[in-house]
C-alpha cells in the first residue's frame, strides 16, 4: 500500500463516521449526509480502483488527474468551512439563550396592568441611562424594562437608584442588542399585560412626544400591529452627515431587494409593537443585524405595520456612539449569509 492509498484509506474511514454519526442527530440534514456519504464514495473508489483518476480528467477537461482530487478537496473544504461556521452560530445562539435564561430567572417577577411598556437596552450607557428613564418616568409613563447587556461602567449603579420603580434585567455577559431587546420581549411575552412595547434607546435620541403619534394610530387603526418610526417623513430636512446619508438610502435598496418591503428608514430603532405580535416577532440574529432581522419577519409573515415620521435628536454623546461606515457592509455579508447559507 502507498502513502496515498493509506492516506485515501484513512480519509473515507473518518469520513464514514462523520456521515453516520450526522445520520444518528436528531437534527438530521439530508445534504450534510449526503455530500459526506459523496465524498466516502470517491475516496473510497480512488483507493481501491485508482487507475479510474485517469478517464476522468478527460471528462472535467482538467491536465492531471491529480487536480480533481485538489480542485474536489478545495470545494470540501470550502463546504466544510460553511458548515463550521454554522455550528459556532449555533453555539453563540445557544450562549444567549442561558444568557437570557439566567437574566429572566433572577430578575424580579412582577405583573403590570398597563398600556405600555418601555424596553431600552443599556451597554455602557451609564451618562445618559439614568436621565433617560428619569425623563420617561416624569412624563407619567410607568412601565420600564432596562436590559443592561453586561455594562462595564457605573449604568447597573445608577439603574439601581430607581429599583422601585423599573425593572431591570442583567445579562451576565455581553450579547449586543439584539438579545438585549429580545430578552425584553420573552420578559414581557411572560410576566406582562400590557398593550404594546416600545422599544426606546437609552442615549435620549428618541422623543417622547412621538408617542402622541403612535398612540393614536395605535386606537384609530386596530389592524396595525407594527409602527416604524422614520426620520425621513418630516418634510423639514433632517440633519444627517452625508456620509451617513449616503448609506441610510443604500440601505434602504439593499431591504427591499432582500426583505422586498419598501419603507423611507431602515434602521430607526424607534417602535412601537402590538404585544399579540411579539410571538411573531422572535429576534436571532446578532449584532446589529437584527434591525433587518425584525423587518425581513414582517415582511415574510405579512405583519400589518406603517411608518410613523419622529424626531431623532443627535447629541455630541449620540454621534461619538455611531457605528462606523465601513460596518454597514459587515452587517450585509451577515444578513446574506444568514438569510442564504443558514
Not at 454519526?21 to 480512488?46: P, S, V, Y
Not at 480528467?57 to 470545494?75: E, N, P, Q
Amino acid at each position: 500500500m502507498t502513502l496515498l492509498d493509506f492516506f485515501f484509506t484513512i480519509s473515507w474511514i473518518i469520513i464514514l463516521i462523520l456521515a453516520i454519526d450526522i445520520a444518528k442527530k436528531q437534527k438530521f440534514n439530508a445534504l450534510h449526509f449526503l455530500i459526506f456519504i459523496w465524498m466516502w464514495g470517491g475516496l473510497l473508489t480512488f483507493t481501491f480502483f485508482p487507475n479510474i483518476l485517469n478517464s476522468l480528467w478527460k471528462f472535467f477537461w482538467i491536465a492531471r488527474w491529480a487536480d480533481v482530487l485538489v480542485y474536489g478537496s478545495i470545494i470540501f473544504l470550502f463546504y466544510f468551512v460553511l458548515l463550521l461556521l454554522s455550528k459556532h452560530v449555533e453555539n453563540k445562539e445557544d450562549l444567549t439563550e442561558l444568557v437570557r435564561w439566567i437574566a429572566i430567572e433572577l430578575s424580579p417577577k412582577k405583573e403590570f396592568n398597563w398600556k405600555e411598556v418601555f424596553i431600552i437596552p443599556s451597554y455602557n450607557e451609564w451618562k445618559v441611562v439614568y436621565e433617560t428613564v428619569k425623563n420617561i418616568l416624569d412624563n407619567w409613563y410607568k412601565n420600564i424594562l432596562v436590559v443592561n447587556d453586561w455594562s462595564k461602567d457605573k449604568t447597573r449603579e445608577y439603574l439601581d437608584k430607581l429599583w422601585d420603580k423599573i425593572i431591570v434585567l442583567n445579562h451576565y455577559k455581553n450579547r449586543w442588542q439584539w438579545a438585549a431587546l429580545e430578552t425584553g420581549f420573552e420578559y414581557v411575552r411572560r410576566y406582562w399585560k400590557v398593550d404594546y412595547v416600545i422599544t426606546y434607546d437609552a442615549d435620549w435620541q428618541h422623543s417622547l412626544d412621538d408617542l402622541k403619534s403612535f398612540e393614536k394610530i395605535l386606537k384609530d387603526h386596530h389592524s396595525i400591529e407594527v409602527l416604524l418610526g422614520s426620520r425621513f417623513l418630516w418634510k423639514k430636512q433632517v440633519w444627517i452627515p452625508l456620509m451617513r446619508r449616503i448609506i441610510l438610502k443604500l440601505w434602504i435598496l439593499f431591504t427591499f431587494f432582500i426583505s422586498n418591503i419598501n419603507l423611507t428608514d431602515t434602521h430607526n430603532w424607534y417602535r412601537v409593537i402590538r404585544v399579540k405580535t411579539l410571538d411573531k416577532i422572535r429576534i436571532t440574529q446578532d449584532w446589529m443585524t437584527h434591525a433587518s432581522e425584525i423587518l425581513d419577519i414582517i415582511s415574510i409573515k405579512k405583519i400589518p405595520y406603517k411608518e410613523v415620521p419622529v424626531t431623532i435628536k443627535y447629541t455630541e454623546y449620540s454621534l461619538k456612539k455611531w457605528q462606523s461606515s465601513s460596518n454597514a457592509i459587515n452587517i450585509a455579508l451577515r444578513i446574506l449569509w444568514t438569510k442564504f447559507f443558514r
